[in-house]
């Protein structure tokens, strides 16, 4: 068995992706390095060159090789005997694509399959889901209705369906906003939603090697300027992280188990992350990330930290869970 750590990708997220494939080859410095380029080409990168790029969430990572196709890629890690340590954030690499394509070819991956992947990813069908287990969402508004709930509620918040890090985040507070939304809309689909005031959390839910999983403890964020989006997540200085966050053990326990049911009800495996606006003593579920940022800075590692495992010890897991996927004892 080859480790291979995959990072990159062909969407906005490849930028945080290379950050998470840093982070990732620290904790497994012998595992060999593919990068997925824009051309849906994968390239072979030497340690001192991830290593060595140093602003990852604003300059593209350039690989010094030719690199060939991403298919003819999976089909040389299925005969050298690869499991693939997933780097990857959004897109096909996060929507289910790329695992199917594992799936098919009996090549072990970290994290959800593809049918839970898919799911997770759609951003509605994914509040859909965690509603049926019991985990309060959010409504949605209709493009079309979008002026009548303005009007109703004051403040909206719209965000694209099927993208992560905050990408095309667009907080709905004057007329104006609304003339934004919809020049969004006509590129992409929209999620659209009453702003719901309150603290920002996030909590992640890990399997373990023997099969048990847990939450970890959840994770209050103050971002800048009070919006978390992608300069506030990776770029601010003064956006906090607090782990463990200052909840009651009431709201703390609310978001742990909701954070569990919506992994179980998305059928992820590995590991996830559950983002929640706390409004008064109530977790409200935002989504579900099923290849969370695994960055020095991402919200996951930090949790895993508060609960005292080493982040190689979870690679390690989650290693033994995708080959037992492929090849059950």
Not at 122 to 129: E, G, H, S, W
Request: hydrophobic share 45%.
């Amino acid at each position: 068995m080859r480790i291979t750590i995959l990072f990159g990708g062909s969407n906005k997220e490849r930028l945080v992706s290379v950050a998470s494939a840093q982070s990732l080859h620290r904790a497994l410095p012998d595992a060999d390095l593919w990068f997925w380029d824009m051309r849906d080409d994968i390239h072979t990168v030497r340690s001192e060159a991830l290593l060595g790029h140093a602003r990852p969430f604003e300059d593209e990572f350039v690989p010094g090789d030719s690199g060939g196709p991403l298919e003819q890629a999976l089909d040389t890690a299925k005969v050298e005997d690869r499991v693939l340590v997933l780097g990857l954030h959004g897109g096909r690499a996060e929507n289910g694509e790329l695992q199917a394509m594992c799936e098919l070819r009996g090549i072990p991956f970290t994290g959800s399959g593809s049918a839970a992947s898919h799911l997770a990813f759609d951003k509605v069908a994914a509040k859909r889901f965690a509603a049926l287990a019991g985990v309060t969402v959010p409504a949605g508004v209709p493009l079309h209705d979008i002026d009548r709930a303005f009007a109703e509620h004051g403040r909206l918040v719209a965000k694209p369906a099927h993208d992560g890090s905050s990408y095309g985040l667009i907080f709905v507070n004057a007329a104006q906003d609304l003339v934004a939304v919809r020049q969004a809309a006509k590129s992409e689909e929209y999620v659209i939603e009453p702003f719901v005031s309150g603290i920002e959390a996030t909590c992640g839910v890990l399997e373990r090697a023997d099969g048990t999983v847990i939450a970890l403890p959840p994770v209050e964020i103050v971002p800048a300027e009070g919006r978390f989006d992608y300069a506030s997540k990776y770029l601010a200085q003064t956006t906090q992280e607090i782990c463990p966050g200052r909840f009651s053990p009431h709201v703390a326990a609310q978001i742990m188990d909701h954070a569990l049911r919506a992994h179980r009800a998305l059928s992820c495996r590995g590991y996830s992350r559950t983002d929640f606006i706390v409004t008064g003593e109530k977790p409200v579920y935002l989504e579900t990330n099923t290849l969370p940022g695994l960055t020095a800075a991402s919200l996951y590692p930090k949790a895993l930290h508060a609960q005292g495992i080493m982040f190689a010890d979870f690679l390690r897991d989650q290693i033994v869970l995708a080959e037992k996927a492929v090849r059950p004892a």
